[in-house]
Antibody, heavy 119, light 109 residues
Framework: EVQLVQSGAEVKKPGESLKISCKGSGYSFTSYWIGWVRQMPGKGLEWMGIIYPGDSDTRYSPSFQGQVTISADKSISTAYLQWSSLKASDTAMYYC????????????WGQGTLVTVSS | DIQMTQSPSSLSASVGDRVTITCQASQDISNYLNWYQQKPGKAPKLLIYDASNLETGVPSRFSGSGSGTDFTFTISSLQPEDIATYYCQQYDNLPLMYTFGQGTKLEIK
């Protein structure tokens, strides 16, 4: 069974750093793109970026380029999303999702990680 | 960048009604269009991929159509469990980019 399990909720202060994770299981982790999607409170879905764990090829939405870093450790089948200096506006639910082969659709999703940034 | 315009932003319908949501792309995206359902507090769920293909396990009352710039998502007979927010999503390979529509919140009348 394909599963994406994300790390737990985080409460951070502005200026702090953070790295959240997404662990894949039940499939060949290195063979599928993993994307990250932001959902701010009460708002819609925003595509942030994507990584191919097989060779760490990474692409970012222009809106998020330079604001976050996406990485992966294929030895432990885990993708990451990190911030070097959080802002209050980073408060949101973050989802990872696996892209289907041959299609740009995300057919498997993690449960989401809620990040709260508040002083 | 390709922009997606989804409408309506909210919709109220009765059980058994036919419900239609549209998504318009700012340029030709062929059939690179997917539809998702998101229930409160849950992750999105893929319903339709490549404009008209039903994802495995999704009830047949859900369907999608369109190509180029204009796309339609239809629920043939609304059920109480269909209350959710629906999103379209386009993807482009060159460069690799994905864009979600603004979402349609569907409520029971």
């Amino acid at each position: 069974e394909v599963q994406l399990v994300q790390s737990g909720a985080e409460v951070k202060k502005p200026g702090e750093s953070l790295k959240i994770s997404c662990k894949g299981s039940g499939y060949s982790f290195t063979s599928y793109w993993i994307g990250w999607v932001r959902q701010m409170p009460g708002k819609g879905l925003e595509w942030m970026g994507i990584i191919y764990p097989g060779d760490s090829d990474t692409r970012y939405s222009p809106s998020f380029q330079g604001q976050v870093t996406i990485s992966a450790d294929k030895s432990i089948s885990t993708a990451y999303l990190q911030w070097s200096s959080l802002k209050a506006s980073d408060t949101a639910m973050y989802y990872c999702a696996r892209q289907d082969t041959g299609s740009g659709s995300y057919n498997y999703w993690g449960q989401g990680t809620l990040v709260t940034v508040s002083s | 960048d390709i922009q997606m315009t989804q409408s309506p932003s909210s919709l109220s319908a009765s059980v058994g009604d036919r419900v239609t949501i549209t998504c318009q792309a700012s340029q030709d995206i062929s059939n690179y269009l997917n539809w998702y359902q998101q229930k409160p507090g849950k992750a999105p769920k893929l319903l339709i991929y490549d404009a008209s293909n039903l994802e495995t396990g999704v009830p047949s009352r859900f369907s999608g159509s369109g190509s180029g710039t204009d796309f339609t998502f239809t629920i043939s007979s609304l059920q109480p469990e269909d209350i959710a927010t629906y999103y379209c999503q386009q993807y482009d390979n060159l460069p690799l980019m994905y864009t979600f529509g603004q979402g349609t919140k569907l409520e029971i009348k």
